[in-house]
Nanobody
Framework: QVQLEESGGGLVQTGGSLRLSCAAS????????MAWYRQAPGKERDLVAT???????NYADSVKGRFTISRDNAKNTVYLQMNSLKPGDTAVYYC??????????????WGKGTLVTVSS
């Protein structure tokens, strides 16, 4: 079994910054892609940013230039540095990972989410 645990959410004013972390634990052999998604109240879950095992990244247009995704493969952890936050960034942020486990299977895993609230 694999668990993803997010941390770092909270309340911040417009223009502020937050750094989210997501640590994967369990029977991990290798982690391929990792990503952050977000879901605002009453809306669908949307992709925010992705990062491959090799460090290649992609971002949603709405966060380009403001958010940075990174990872520490030795710690099985992915980060999301969020700068210049806007009220529209308010959402629950979910961590996602494609994990190969020690029993030679691969599947997608989700964290439980961390709430980010940006006040105007």
């Amino acid at each position: 079994q694999v668990q993803l645990e997010e941390s770092g959410g909270g309340l911040v004013q417009t223009g502020g910054s937050l750094r989210l972390s997501c640590a994967a634990s369990g029977s991990i052999f290798r982690i391929d892609a990792m990503a952050w998604y977000r879901q605002a109240p009453g809306k669908e879950r949307d992709l925010v940013a992705t990062i491959t095992n090799g460090g290649s990244t992609n971002y949603a247009d709405s966060v380009k230039g403001r958010f940075t995704i990174s990872r520490d493969n030795a710690k099985n952890t992915v980060y999301l540095q969020m700068n210049s936050l806007k009220p529209g960034d308010t959402a629950v942020y979910y961590c996602y990972a494609v994990v190969h486990t020690t029993d030679a299977t691969a599947r997608n895993y989700w964290g439980k989410g961390t709430l980010v609230t940006v006040s105007s």
